[in-house]
């Protein structure tokens, strides 16, 4: 085992070798974290999470090399890669409405960055170390995520000839409904019509376009509009 493990260590003190088995690691690694955003049909799969690995590794490497050869500063062309690589993960960010997805699948490409630059380093238990902690976050964080309270919100804008009128009256339908006012205002408009702000949340979906029939039964209310969808 001895001559095994001696062998092993020359070979990692030759440059080239030591560069052939940290895009080999990185491969391995950020394709392990891809395969799991594969499997969950994310923009950003297996060829992706590798490719940005391998980039972060040989950013990280010409950095070394610049250094041994010119002396350069070697963190100057990694600190440039996590500025630019902002601009691929904005890329995997899709605006649905008023919902965000695609945030996590963002992070996990820094995350791969960041993996990618310590293996160029040549930390290679901290590399496995942190791709084994990050895979588990992405496949197994919905498991505790099931178990906490998840709330949603929404924005409703309630036009009436009367606002501070009607207050009681909307306070009565949120009420049977099982919802709770966060925040409520009266806005006073000189061009056009008042109106009432409301922001809610509630635990289990509703129908809202229940809640605005009844909203809209009330006396005086010419128009109920969502401002913001339920998250």
């Not at 409301?198 to 969502?226: C, G, P």
């Amino acid at each position: 085992m001895e001559p095994i493990l001696e062998g092993i260590q020359k070979l990692m003190l030759i440059e080239e070798f030591e560069i052939f088995f940290k895009l080999v690691l990185i491969v391995i690694l950020a394709g392990i974290v891809g395969y799991e955003r594969e499997s969950w049909k994310k923009p950003a799969g297996f060829r992706t999470y590798v490719l940005v690995g391998i980039s972060a590794v040989l950013v990280m490497v010409c950095g070394d090399l610049l250094y041994e050869e010119l002396g350069a500063d070697p963190t100057r062309i990694p600190a440039q890669l996590l500025s630019g690589i902002g601009f691929l993960g904005a890329g995997t960010i899709l605006r649905d409405g008023f919902n965000v997805k695609g945030l996590t699948t963002a992070a996990g490409l820094l995350a791969v960055t960041c993996i990618g630059l310590i293996v160029g380093a040549g930390f290679y238990i901290p590399a496995i170390v942190a791709t084994f902690v990050v895979y588990c976050v992405l496949s197994y964080s919905h498991v505790l995520s099931s178990k906490l309270e998840h709330y949603y919100f929404i924005d409703l804008k309630i036009v009436s000839q009367k606002p501070k009128e009607i207050l009681d009256d909307i306070r009565k339908v949120f009420n049977q409904e099982k919802l709770e006012i966060i925040q409520i205002k009266i806005v006073e408009d000189k061009e056009a019509n008042d109106y009432i702000k409301l922001e809610v949340k509630y635990k289990e979906k509703v129908d809202v376009n229940r809640i605005v029939s009844k909203i809209m039964a009330i006396n005086t209310v010419k128009e109920v509009v969502e401002t913001k969808k339920a998250e």
